[in-house]
């Protein structure tokens, strides 16, 4: 009887256990998006058709532009609604409402801008056309959302159910890209303040060079290196002694990575006299991919109809980098500087007030309310001053004055970009377009190219300051004042070489420069390659020429260390000395002159440069973190490794660090750090390649917190190519987020490719459709292929 009541138990616990796993598959398959069949929208002006290929991506026709946009809502919403959900309420800091008190902390810092009252006021002064569009944007978009089976999979697991999308969400996803390519700026200002308070003016001169021989910009052929003195002594907190552990070689496989690549050449240069414009985006990559691609067939003028093609981002009705035909166009994050940190005084005799360049002021107090799952609702005072809300560090205050607060930081103006035929027009509609500053390159179907800035940039005082560091409250300026009127921006159309790039690096040698400023320019080694490779492409190129300027990863920056490495390296110091004679080997046999998977090499080499930072900046960093997450001497001038290469070469008494006997010493103890870091744990120096430090681990936002549905919420572990300062930027959740090139009139002969699919479903076959092609760096078209589904919206 015991054995028959064991059996019907445990009988009764597999089938509980059967219909758990039942119930909870057709919950995941019930949030699948309807692909096939017949919606009706009472609200169509005219039916709109849906086809889609067989890796998922949507063709929209319609002969309403408005109806197109509610389609292009529904189809974001059934794909990518948790992914629209997260975009909007991390600028609103929002996300404790999902994932209670661990995302508090991210929402403090972010409801400090306020960015939903900005969304709401800016919405209230858009135009009509563009609210009626944006209208029909977000019906789609909760049509969408009501029409799934079952709520989006991640809500069951987060507990909370979504909310109706809204007008103003659409401008805060705009504003979370404010916050990924801008808000770091706080950081640098805070980290060059700090500068300015520990190390001597000579000092910051040579410590901050403006520019250097990396370089290359759009209006010379390139600059020279930095030349000012090297001062008698260092700053006091050079070389200053750290923990033994290499933080920075053991947390951060790709730290210093910052976004973008995009090039055009003219029709002088091309095989078929068309412009051909190349854009890879560089961003944080998580699953589903930052980008949504489709192809929208819309009405033209005199009853033609246009066709746009390219990647739109869930949450936005715009094609944001693409093609309409006519004229084709990629963006770079400009990294111009944005943002000012002015110090706010206060006085006994002033009570509420706050004293800014302009005189006294008394803030205004708003109170914010943070919802948190699982627990009440936490308040947040901010105070707003007429240069921006206060912030808190190092025991000051300050006002952060930041174009992202400006009314006309966020609009739907780059939807224009598809009505536009030429790289005239192109240009000037950049500067009424409501984004984060952004590198526009653009060419058109006749063979010309262009570059500008799209986005709002302040306008800086005539003989302005250096705004790169926190103004005073008592000083005489405010900084910036309004915004750059659009006749006022730099441009520059048709070079006499045929080409244009850029990726992140100062982009201007001449006096329009200063309309920019510097927010953290890269370096430049990447740009200058890029550069040189186009070049090198010779006098007529095509599609696939242009496209695989993306894919060099030629070591050319980090090279130059491998060299200074084994310069080092000689028989004095292998003398009793094994691992660093096996360095020393692997160095000179190994190397690929490529940033190769396979590579030893090239990873002991990057490492080397990276220990030598950590052993002469570290004791600052540690200093910095205190003040700012984003504080840090990388942040105050990514052009360090050019610092460092003076050094070595000039060697001054004055700057070498105590406890090391010579330059020499210092080099082999940065050496023997690279050695601990690359055989961490006993594995053989052999072993330590670049593709078993840069491998993949690009996942679904939600996959940490499910190490069960880990594997399957994420990429396979695929070992990636390429590294910053060159063209390939590769990182284990960083790189290349698109790949597109394409001439407008040849979309046919288009290319792309990007890390995952349409999809942000784990069961949809377009979750990870196109990733291996991604990884291979393998062109597929950029149109969509033969339709596999069809899906019509009737009136």
Do not use: C
């Not at 069949?37 to 039916?47: R, V």
């Not at 552990?245 to 730290?255: G, H, N, R, Y």
């Not at 006749?487 to 920019?516: F, I």
């Amino acid at each position: 009887m015991v054995k028959l009541w064991l059996k019907r138990i445990v009988l009764g616990l597999l089938a509980l256990l059967l219909l758990t796993v039942l119930g909870l598959w057709f919950f995941l398959r019930g949030s699948l998006p309807q692909l096939d069949g017949k919606i009706s929208a009472a609200s169509l002006a005219a039916p709109v058709t849906v086809l889609r290929d067989q890796q998922g991506v949507p063709s929209i026709s319609g002969s309403d532009r408005n109806d197109v946009a509610y389609a292009t809502g529904f189809v974001h919403a059934q794909d990518r609604f948790f992914q629209m959900d997260l975009l909007r309420r991390m600028p609103a800091g929002e996300l404790s409402e999902l994932f209670g008190e661990k995302a508090l902390e991210t929402d403090r810092i972010h409801r400090l801008h306020r960015f939903r009252a900005r969304a709401a006021q800016a919405i209230q002064a858009m135009p009509a056309d563009d609210r009626k569009l944006l209208e029909r944007y977000t019906a789609g978009v909760n049509d969408g959302l009501n029409a799934l089976g079952t709520r989006p999979f991640e809500y069951g697991l987060v507990g909370v159910g979504p909310r109706p999308w809204v007008l103003e969400d659409s401008y805060l996803v705009a504003w979370a890209m404010y916050i990924d390519l801008q808000v770091t700026g706080i950081g640098r200002e805070l980290a060059r303040g700090w500068l300015r308070e520990n190390a001597s003016a000579e000092q910051r001169a040579f410590l901050l060079p403006e520019s250097t021989q990396w370089d290359a910009p759009l209006d010379a052929a390139g600059m020279a290196a930095p030349d000012a003195p090297i001062p008698a002594r260092a700053p006091d907190w050079w070389g200053k002694a750290i923990a033994k552990e290499p933080a920075t070689l053991a947390a951060a496989a790709f730290v210093d990575g910052v976004g973008s690549n995009n090039w055009a050449v003219s029709g002088q240069r091309s095989k078929h006299g068309g412009a051909i414009v190349s854009d890879d985006m560089h961003l944080g990559i998580r699953l589903p991919s930052t980008w949504y691609r489709l192809l929208l067939q819309v009405p033209g003028a005199n009853g033609s109809t246009r066709r746009i093609v390219g990647v739109s981002i869930p949450g936005a009705p715009a094609v944001v980098a693409g093609s309409n035909g006519h004229v084709a166009w990629g963006f770079t994050n400009s990294y111009g500087d944005y943002i000012d940190l002015v110090e706010v005084a206060a006085g006994a005799d002033r009570p509420g007030q706050v004293k800014l360049p302009g005189g006294w002021e008394s803030p205004v107090e708003h109170v914010e309310t943070i919802l948190v799952k699982g627990r009440p609702a936490v308040s947040l005072k901010v105070r707003e001053t007429s240069l921006g809300p206060i912030m808190q560090a190092g025991g000051r205050e300050y006002a952060v004055h930041w174009v992202a607060h400006d009314v006309n930081a966020v609009n739907l103006a780059l939807r224009h970009m598809e009505e536009v035929n030429t790289v005239a027009e192109a240009l000037a509609l950049a500067p009424r377009v409501g984004m984060p500053a952004q590198n526009l390159v653009v060419g058109d179907s006749g063979g010309a190219i262009g570059w500008t800035i799209s986005g709002p940039l302040p306008q800086r005082p005539a003989t302005p300051v250096d705004a790169s560091y926190p103004l005073a409250a008592n000083g005489s300026t405010r900084g910036w004042q309004g915004l750059l009127p659009a006749a006022a921006y730099p441009s520059v159309r048709d070079p006499a070489g045929g080409q244009l790039v850029t990726a992140n690096s100062r982009q201007l040698a001449g006096a329009d420069a200063a309309k920019l400023g510097d927010g953290g320019f890269d370096l430049g080694a990447r740009a200058r390659q890029a550069r040189d490779s186009l070049t090198a492409l010779g006098g007529k190129t095509d599609e696939q020429g242009v496209y695989s300027v993306m894919l060099d990863d030629r070591a050319l920056f980090i090279g130059q260390w491998r060299e200074r490495a084994l310069a080092v390296l000689d028989a004095e110091a292998l003398q009793g000395k094994p691992q660093r004679a096996e360095l020393a080997r692997l160095l000179k046999d190994n190397w690929s002159g490529r940033a190769s998977t396979d590579s030893v090499a090239y990873r002991a080499s990057r490492a080397f440069m990276w220990s030598l930072y950590e052993l002469l900046y570290g004791g600052a960093n540690v200093e910095l973190a205190k003040l700012n997450k984003d504080a840090n001497m990388r942040a105050a001038s990514s052009r360090w490794p050019v610092v460092l290469a003076r050094l070595l070469d000039e060697q001054p008494a004055g700057w070498l660090p105590p406890g090391h006997a010579s330059w020499k010493a210092l080099q082999l103890a940065a050496l023997d750090r690279t050695i601990e870091h690359l055989a961490k744990d006993g594995k053989p120096l052999a072993s330590a390649t670049w593709g078993a430090r840069n491998t993949a681990t690009i996942a679904h936002p939600i996959a940490g917190a499910l190490p069960l549905l880990k594997k399957w919420l994420s990429v396979p572990p695929d070992q990636l190519p390429g590294d910053s300062n060159m063209p390939r930027v590769a990182g284990p959740a960083f790189g290349q987020s698109e790949r597109m090139t394409v001439t407008p009139g040849r979309e046919e002969q288009g290319l792309f490719n990007m890390p995952g699919g349409q999809s942000g479903h784990p069961l949809s076959p377009y979750f990870l459709a196109g990733h291996a092609d991604w990884v291979a760096g393998r062109p597929t078209p950029l149109l969509p292929g033969p339709a596999a589904h069809s899906l019509k919206f009737l009136k």
